[in-house]
Nanobody, 116 residues
Framework: QVQLVESGGGLVQAGGSLRLSCAAS????????MAWYRQVSGEHRELVAQ???????TYADSVKGRFTISADNAANTVYLQMNALKPEDTAVYYCKIVAFLGTAYWGQGTQVTVSS
């Protein structure tokens, strides 16, 4: 079992930055993948960024060049640095970690609100 706790969300003006953190309850070193998703009320949860254990990062087209996913294995934490935020980035952001054998764990979500 892995418990995930997200933090770092909040209210920011358009053009501003936030850094989301996802703290895991145990070591995440070597896990196949970790990712950030977001969901607007009434819509499907969408993949924002993913990082594999090989270090390959992929991003949704809507956030490329603005968001960066990273991981600190020593701190058991995954980050999402979000720059140049836009009102359309407003959503609940969720951390997901894919552990060994493909088991996926989700955090509880953190609200990000970008005002225009």
């Amino acid at each position: 079992q892995v418990q995930l706790v997200e933090s770092g969300g909040g209210l920011v003006q358009a053009g501003g930055s936030l850094r989301l953190s996802c703290a895991a309850s145990r070591s995440i070193a070597g896990f196949p993948a970790m990712a950030w998703y977001r969901q607007v009320s009434g819509e499907h949860r969408e993949l924002v960024a993913q990082l594999t254990r090989s270090g390959a990062a992929t991003y949704a087209d809507s956030v490329k060049g603005r968001f960066t996913i990273s991981a600190d294995n020593a701190a058991n934490t995954v980050y999402l640095q979000m720059n140049a935020l836009k009102p359309e980035d407003t959503a609940v952001y969720y951390c997901k970690i894919v552990a060994f054998l493909g088991t996926a764990y989700w955090g509880q979500g953190t609200q990000v609100t970008v005002s225009s």
